[in-house]
């Protein structure tokens, strides 16, 4: 009796020896951890879900005809964060009512500065295994562009929404380059002096995206200056495409087939619109909207 009560007394102490071991955790098993990782995905998928029906829901808001419904959805606009906040202030921003024109303005300078910043890519790169990636990013609505795929990790642009929800996920990022022009930059000098046969200690900078079948254009428009519509042609503009506007210029986005940029322009001449300037991006927008757009 003694012998059976000392071996269950050495079972016991044994089992709780292995229980404290680090490392032998229930999510140390890998498909435990693979199960885990998937819902940290099913997750992120239902909470982006319920955001984008939020959003849908506030758009009605800000365009209902009653000025008081707008006036009050402005001040839930001014509470929202996401990628998708920037098109929705453009709802306001152009309110035909001075009120609510006013109050949206008011409110969206506090603002603009953290929205633009958000919005900017950088250059990150992510811990992830290049054939994990492949699935979360064909799952997961992500506001980040692919360059390098590798075993263990990639390489490309992103904004600070896309790199908070990677973090959400458990995946570490490294931001390599804070902007795309802070990028090409670097990536200039280091082919100068590649060619130039000049030693460098820097490890060379990522090599970028791969050729673009549509590219992202910023075109302004001289509001001043539009004319009649040609036969067969309206002025209609998508509504969601408008980044800025005010009395004189708009701003509007474009993204179309590398090839067919030419067909882009004559279209818009043909409704009767006068543009004054074409910026490649956000980036090259930014940095001299103020001609347009001043504070």
Do not use: C
């Not at 909470?47 to 365009?63: I, S």
């Amino acid at each position: 009796m003694q012998i059976k009560i000392k071996s269950i007394q050495s079972a016991l102490i044994a089992a709780i020896i292995l229980f404290l071991l680090p490392g032998k955790s229930v999510a140390s098993n890998p498909e435990d951890l693979k199960s885990e990782k998937e819902s940290q995905i099913e997750d992120l998928i239902r909470e982006e879900e319920q955001k984008e029906k939020q959003l849908k829901e506030l758009e009605k808001r800000l365009g209902d005809p009653d000025k008081t419904v707008r006036l009050k959805a402005i001040e839930e606009l001014s509470q929202t964060d996401g990628e998708k906040v920037k098109d929705l202030w453009q709802i306001v921003l152009n309110d035909q009512d001075k009120e609510v024109k006013k109050k949206a303005w008011k409110q969206y300078d506090k603002l603009r500065a953290d929205l633009e910043r958000k919005a900017l890519h950088q250059v990150i790169l992510i811990h992830i295994p290049g054939e994990v990636a492949k699935d979360v990013f064909a799952r997961v609505k992500l506001d980040f562009t692919s360059w390098e795929i590798r075993d263990s990790f990639v390489i490309g642009q992103g904004s600070a929404y896309a790199i908070r929800m990677l973090k959400k996920l458990g995946y570490d990022v490294d931001i390599l380059y804070s902007s795309i022009s802070e990028w090409q930059e670097a990536r200039k000098s280091y082919e100068i002096s590649q060619r130039e046969g000049k030693p460098s200690e820097l490890k060379p900078p990522p090599e970028g995206p791969p050729e673009p079948e549509y590219l992202y254009r910023i075109l302004i428009f001289d509001l001043t200056r539009t004319k009649e519509p040609a036969e067969g042609y309206t002025q209609w503009l998508d509504r969601e495409s408008i980044r800025m506007k005010n009395d004189q210029y708009l701003a509007l986005e474009a993204l179309h087939p590398k090839d067919s940029f030419s067909e882009l322009i004559e279209d818009f001449k043909q409704r009767g619109f006068y543009i004054v300037e074409i910026f490649d991006g956000t980036e090259d927008f930014q940095r001299n909207r103020e001609r347009y757009f001043p504070e």
